[in-house]
C-alpha cells in the first residue's frame, strides 16, 4: 500500500485530538466525598481512594482504620466523635443532610426549635431520629465562658462583634485547647492589641477565643463557636478547639505569658472536663512551627513538656 504524507492541516487536527486526549486522561472525574456513619464506627472515602475506609476512632491526628493501618487526617474528611448529647436550639427551620457534608443536603427541613443532639461532625450536628444540620447560627447549651479562677485579669471588652466576618458561627463543643503563639514580636503586640485588631477586624482571615500576655488575658469569641485558627479545615482543629494565643512582644515577660496561658488551659480543660492530654499545639493540626518559641527552644520560653507538666499542676490547685 502507498504511504500517504499528511498534510500541516491533518497534522494540526491529529495534535489538537492528541491534546484532548492528554488532558482527559490527567483530569480524573470528580465523585464526592463519601461518608457512612455506623452505630459504632465512620466509613470515609473521598475522590483520592479507590475504595473507603473503615476507622474506628480519630485521635486528632490520625484515624484508627478496621484494617490495622493508620490514616493521616489530611487527605480525608473528618467526623468528630460521635457520642455527644446536648440540646441545640435555631431560629429559623434547617435543611436536613444525610451526612455532614455540603453534597448530602436533601429536601427535607426540620422547623425552628430545640433539639437533642447525639454526633457532630466538623459543621454539622445530628438530631436523633431526623438527620444532620449545619451548625451555622445554632447555639448548643455548652458554657460560653469561664469562670475566672485563674487570678489573672480577664476581660471581655473587646468580643469580635456578631457581624464580624470573623465569627464563623459555626457550633462548638470544645473538645481540646489549642495553644499558639501570635509571632508578633513588635513592642505593645499585646493581648489588648491583639483583642482590638480582632475587634476591628483583622486582615487575616483568622480568629481566636483567647490573648493572653504577661499581666492579662482577653477573650474574643464565645467558648460555643468555632474559630478559624489550626489550619486544618474542618477538622477538630477548627472545629472543637478553644484557641489560645500567647503574647511574644518583645517589650513583655514571655515565660510569665505562657505560664498565664497555662492557667487559663488548666482551668478550661477542668470547665469541660477534659484531661491535659487534649491539650495541643497548633503544630498537631496543621503541622505549622506554632507556638514556634517552645517548638524551636528559644531562650526565656518553655518547652512544650515543660507547659503541659505546668497545665497539669494547675489543673490540680484551681
Ligand atoms: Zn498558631
Known amino acids: 500500500m502507498k504511504h500517504q504524507k499528511l498534510t500541516i492541516k491533518q497534522k494540526r487536527i491529529l495534535k489538537n485530538i492528541l491534546v484532548v486526549v492528554l488532558l482527559i486522561i490527567s483530569f480524573p472525574s470528580y465523585t464526592p466525598t463519601q461518608v457512612i456513619i455506623k452505630s459504632d464506627h465512620i466509613l470515609i472515602s473521598n475522590h483520592l481512594l479507590s475504595r473507603p475506609i473503615e476507622c474506628s476512632s480519630f485521635d486528632g491526628l490520625t484515624y484508627a482504620g478496621l484494617d490495622g493501618k493508620k490514616y493521616s487526617h489530611n487527605s480525608y474528611v473528618g467526623v468528630q466523635p460521635l457520642t455527644i448529647s446536648n440540646t ?5 427551620s434547617k435543611t436536613l443532610y444525610s451526612a455532614p457534608f455540603s453534597y448530602y443536603a436533601t429536601s427535607n427541613t426540620v422547623p425552628a426549635g430545640s433539639y437533642h443532639v447525639t454526633k457532630e461532625a466538623g459543621r454539622y450536628m445530628y438530631i436523633e431520629g ?6 451555622q447560627y445554632v447555639s448548643i447549651d455548652v458554657n460560653n465562658s469561664i469562670e475566672n479562677t485563674t487570678g489573672i ?3 471581655k471588652d473587646y468580643m469580635i462583634p456578631e457581624t464580624s466576618s ?18 508578633n514580636t513588635s513592642k505593645v503586640a499585646d493581648a489588648l492589641s491583639h483583642a482590638k485588631l480582632q475587634y476591628t477586624g483583622n486582615v487575616r482571615s483568622a480568629s481566636w477565643h483567647y490573648t493572653v500576655d504577661d499581666h492579662s488575658i482577653y477573650q474574643s469569641l464565645p467558648l460555643n463557636q468555632q474559630a478559624g485558627h489550626a489550619g486544618d479545615g474542618v477538622m477538630p482543629g477548627n472545629s472543637a478547639s478553644i484557641a489560645i494565643e500567647i503574647c511574644v ?39 505549622k512551627e506554632c507556638p514556634r518559641p517552645m517548638i524551636e527552644g528559644q531562650s526565656g520560653s518553655m518547652n512544650w513538656e515543660t507547659f503541659k507538666k505546668q497545665v497539669y499542676n494547675y489543673m490540680r490547685t484551681v
Open 130 to 135: 431526623k438527620g444532620w444540620v449545619s451548625s
Open 249 to 287: 512582644n518583645s517589650d513583655g515577660h514571655l515565660y510569665i505569658a505562657e505560664k498565664n496561658a497555662a492557667k487559663l488551659a488548666a482551668a478550661l480543660l477542668k470547665q469541660y472536663n477534659l484531661s491535659v492530654d487534649q491539650l495541643r499545639m497548633h503544630h498537631d493540626w496543621s503541622g
Open 153 to 155: 485579669p480577664l476581660y
Open 166 to 183: 470573623h465569627r464563623t458561627h459555626y457550633a462548638m463543643r470544645p473538645l481540646y485547647i489549642t495553644i499558639h503563639t501570635t509571632d
Open 88 to 92: 441545640i436550639t435555631f431560629s429559623t
